[in-house]
């Protein structure tokens, strides 16, 4: 059995292991609030303007239809993988890391290449995978320009043909506790499913003229897309953390009340040891 000493010491230490992940818990909460306002006002215009391409490239000519839009036979994919350049948030981290594996399974007669964004991800693949680039840097000074330069060379890459396909696998933010594992195609841009349903067929006005528009919106449309996909992460990642770090608070004060209760018993039977050789010792006195 462990002495009383010991038993101090693991309590004490489990205190300030307490207040760490207590403190990490608070400033995650406050950061998520920011990264939560951020990716809620994205998603919107990002999807609208993802709706808007789809539509008017779908009714162009065959012959008008933009670079970034057609589809060619698969020989060389890109998967652009979303972590954080830091731990201690559960399973964040380590999703990603497998949905990349699963792909790279289910791909196997592709090659592929991954761009990771993150330290955590870019350890993960640097040993055993082709890395197109590495994005972690990304995370020192977060802003859609930032995001943009990332996305222009993926960009050039696939109009060159180094690649067929480009998908990008981050954590989509849900709420603070649930965050979805999601891929989503990047390039070429995906055209609406046909349906039997019909359909509102919207008349737009072009000024100048649709391949000049097309040609500004369709980039700028893409690198939203990546830029709202690191954004969903950050408040992922944020989300994850309080979520890990308050368990790990109440699992630590789990552990403390346990210790404290052995310390107590232990305690107490260190006193009545001695209460019963002070007696014995009495006793033993009285007789002699």
């Known amino acids: 059995m462990a002495n009383l000493k010991e038993i101090r010491g693991r309590i004490t230490s489990i205190s300030s292991t307490m207040q760490i992940t207590r403190a990490m818990k608070m400033v995650s909460a406050a950061k998520l609030k920011k990264a939560q306002d951020a990716i809620v006002m994205l998603r919107p215009y990002s999807e609208k303007l993802q709706e808007l391409i789809q539509n008017v490239n779908s009714s ?13 036979e698969v020989k060389r994919i890109l998967f652009i993988a979303v972590t954080s350049n830091r731990g201690l948030a559960g399973a964040f981290n380590s999703s990603i890391v497998k949905e990349l594996n699963l792909q790279f399974q289910n791909n196997s007669q592709y090659e592929i290449e991954v761009l990771p964004v993150g330290k955590k991800v870019y350890d993960a693949v640097r040993r055993n995978r082709s890395v ?6 990304v995370y020192d000074n977060l802003n859609f320009d930032a995001v943009a330069h990332i996305t222009e060379g993926v960009m050039a890459s696939f109009k060159e043909g180094k690649f067929d396909e480009v998908y990008v696998i981050y954590n989509k933010f849900v709420n603070a506790a649930t965050q ?4 989503e195609q990047l ?11 019909p359909q509102v067929e919207t008349d737009y006005i072009f000024e100048p003229n649709k391949t000049e528009i097309l040609d500004n919106l369709i980039p700028k449309s893409i690198k939203t897309q990546v830029f709202k996909s690191i954004l969903d992460s ?7 953390r309080m979520t ?6 109440d699992n630590a004060e789990a552990l403390r009340n346990d210790l404290k209760i052995f310390y107590n018993k232990a305690r107490q039977a260190a006193i009545t040891n001695e209460i019963l050789e002070i007696v014995s010792g009495a006793e033993a006195l009285k007789n002699s």
């Open 244 to 249: 890990a770090m308050h368990k790990a608070t």
């Open 234 to 240: 950050v408040a992922s990642e944020h989300g994850a």
């Open 132 to 137: 197109y680039a590495n994005g972690s840097s």
């Open 187 to 197: 390039l070429p841009i995906s055209m609406p499913e046909e349906t039997t349903e």
């Open 60 to 72: 162009s000519d065959p012959d008008q239809i933009s670079v970034y839009a057609q589809k060619r």
């Open 180 to 183: 979805e594992v999601t891929t």
